[in-house]
Nanobody
Framework: VQVVESGGGLVQAGGSLRLSCAASTSVFSIKTMGWYRQAPGSQRELVAS???????RYADFVKGRFTISRDNAKNTVYLQMNSLKPEDTAVYYC???????????????WGQGTLVTVSS
């Protein structure tokens, strides 16, 4: 499974960005997809995730500001980030959970990350 993110960049505080992530596979079934972030000197943390049935989950620090959505037909997940703060600055990583055809294995795949920088 190949996971590719896009949409990072530099934005001023209060601004918005939209991240996209596509998971490519002809074998596995993509299940839960999510966004994590890692700031310098910090551990990677969950930002938001969404199941293949469309149930979202958010970290407390982004509730009301970020919205996660997905297009199952394209195995693509989006993260709309509004009211960005300098503390949102981090590398954002996409994670895709994938089930093998025999349903015996559930594997997780990561993208290479996309940098989001929020200036004050």
């Amino acid at each position: 499974v190949q996971v590719v993110e896009s949409g990072g960049g530099l934005v001023q505080a209060g601004g918005s960005l939209r991240l996209s992530c596509a998971a490519s596979t002809s074998v596995f079934s993509i299940k839960t997809m999510g966004w994590y972030r890692q700031a310098p000197g910090s551990q990677r943390e969950l930002v938001a995730s969404i199941t293949d049935s469309g149930s979202p989950r958010y970290a407390d620090f982004v509730k009301g500001r970020f919205t996660i959505s997905r297009d199952n037909a394209k195995n693509t997940v989006y993260l709309q980030m509004n009211s960005l703060k300098p503390e949102d600055t981090a590398v954002y990583y996409c994670n895709a959970g994938a089930m093998s055809p025999d349903h015996y294995r559930y594997l997780e795949f990561w993208g290479q990350g996309t940098l989001v920088t929020v200036s004050s």
